[in-house]
């Protein structure tokens, strides 16, 4: 289980590199656009059956994975944002704020624009709100292609070019692809295309990742892949990991959720405990936040992550502590 991947090595964390073959490719998309856009049936139409974790938690829609599309030389994760719209309430700034947030985190960004509508404000405006992040790529997806003779889908990617120019300059969007998830037309091309803004890096996620694992069990996946790398070898089998409770916060406002969540890491000898801990604490350190951004991206929502490292004493060889442990 893997952790939210950003440009910070530090922070990403990766599956052990053997395996995968040179150049693979892995990284966070996230498909925005105004509503009836087309983004919830590509989405569908791009993962196909392998439908992947999403969160239980629907109203914090921050990092919510709605799906992974698993290749064999590559794997997207596609992240859901709230709505991005032209804000006329505070609430509806916050909900901004927290897509641009979110958009700041995804390596690339499909920017769905119905081939069957004219051009809007409403795209306009988010087309500058993509244009604020910094050269991030956005490629334009026409969606719909179905609806429209060829005359009009020619007329509407035209459109779409102009509206590259007119808000990213003369580089215009990274690439336009046109695109029906009703017939299939061009979903492997999206796929393609949005892989080659992809950074190199191990898969994020296991291959045949599936929504019917609860919560508690990838949270303490995540925690366990984090705490084992770089120490694999010396620890592969003497590490449990048991997620004590996932609880919220009290007393936060609903804009601003926080989840308390405590796991305790058992190892079998003071000499391991010293391994997980690291000199003054520093590793666990660096477990805890890089266990924190998969959390975060797993549960949509900020938390507190409070990790203890504990000896249970060969608990691998004793039946009681092996079901205390959830063996």
Known sequence: MNSHHDKHPAKTVAMPTSGWPEGYRAGFVSLVGRPNAGKSTLTNALVGQKVAITSAKPQTTRHTIRGIVHRSDAQLVLVDTPGLHRPRTLLGQRLNDLV???????DAIGFCLPANEKIGPGDKFIAKQLAAL????????????????RAALAEQLLAVTRLGTEIFGAEGFRDIVPVSAADGFQVDTVTDVLITHMPVSPPLYPDGELTDEPEAVMVAELVREAALEGVRDELPHSLAVVVEEIVPREGRSPENPLLDVRVNLFVERSSQKAIIIGKGGARLRE??????????????TRIYLDLHVKIAKDWQRDPKQLVRLGF
């Open 134 to 149: 910094n050269r991030k790529p956005v490629v334009a997806l026409v969606t719909k292609t179905d609806l429209v003779d």
């Open 100 to 106: 641009a947030d979110t958009l700041a985190e995804v």
């Open 287 to 300: 477990v805890g936040t890089r266990a924190r951004h998969g959390i975060e991206a797993l549960l949509g």
